[in-house]
T-cell receptor, first 114, second 113 residues
Framework: DTGVSQDPRHKITKRGQNVTFRCDPI?????LYWYRQTLGQGPEFLTY????????KSRLLSDRFSAERPKGSFSTLEIQRTEQGDSAMYLC????????????FGQGTRLTVV | GNSVTQMEGPVTLSEEAFLTINCTYT??????LFWYVQYPGEGLQLLLK?????DKGSNKGFEATYRKETTSFHLEKGSVQVSDSAVYFC????????????FGKGITLSVRP
């Protein structure tokens, strides 16, 4: 059990550029979540996968955001045409549904849009 | 919808002081409740949890009891250490199939020697 890993840890991009983040969950975990955290706030839910199926998306997830989880393993979160308001920490979490609701988080990807 | 309210921070305590961090929630049904901790430079870690009313979660000297009648899940520790300095988040999980988490804003605890 190596934990949830996210890549990259930091990303600085110019406004209007596209960025993609990767999350590798704990290997046997079937549930994967993306959250966004801004300074001084708690994480906010963005989207949820069970295996490869994206089952829920928050209204926070605008059309510029897309997430995938091919083959039910790693996941990617892409932001197109980044805006300064997208600057935040993007957190990935995973859980094994049959073992209860607790989720395990990665260290996050900090995005700065300049 | 679901919501979690944490007391305003930051909190500064001397080592060995008693700690209480208040957390109340609003939810439909019977959510599970959690405290997560974020140490400086690290990711969110699960500190403790309670899955039904009157359950007490405990870990590393911290405790919290799921109080359905007051919709609260206050975090307590009898004697804090400098190493407890961190940001603490109260959270609840949705009772639907996805178990997504709703977090409070978090509170920064600083413990001075």
């Amino acid at each position: 059990d190596t934990g949830v890993s996210q890549d990259p840890r930091h990303k600085i991009t110019k406004r209007g550029q596209n960025v993609t983040f990767r999350c590798d969950p704990i290997s046997e975990h079937n549930r994967l979540y993306w959250y966004r955290q801004t300074l001084g706030q708690g994480p906010e839910f963005l989207t949820y996968f069970q295996n490869e199926a994206q089952l829920e998306k928050s209204r926070l997830l605008s059309d510029r955001f897309s997430a995938e989880r091919p083959k039910g393993s790693f996941s990617t979160l892409e932001i197109q045409r980044t805006e300064q308001g997208d600057s935040a920490m993007y957190l990935c979490a995973s859980s094994l549904g049959s073992r209860g609701p607790e989720a395990f988080f990665g260290q996050g990807t900090r995005l700065t849009v300049v | 919808g679901n919501s979690v309210t944490q007391m305003e921070g930051p909190v500064t305590l001397s080592e060995e002081a008693f700690l209480t961090i208040n957390c109340t929630y609003t939810a439909t049904g019977y959510p599970s409740l959690f405290w997560y901790v974020q140490y400086p430079g690290e990711g969110l870690q699960l500190l403790l949890k309670a899955t039904k009313a009157d359950d007490k979660g405990s870990n590393k000297g911290f405790e919290a009891t799921y109080r359905k009648e007051t919709t609260s899940f206050h975090l307590e520790k009898g004697s804090v250490q400098v190493s407890d300095s961190a940001v603490y988040f109260c959270a609840l999980s949705d009772t639907g199939a996805n178990s997504k988490l709703t977090f409070g804003k978090g509170i920064t605890l600083s413990v001075r020697p």
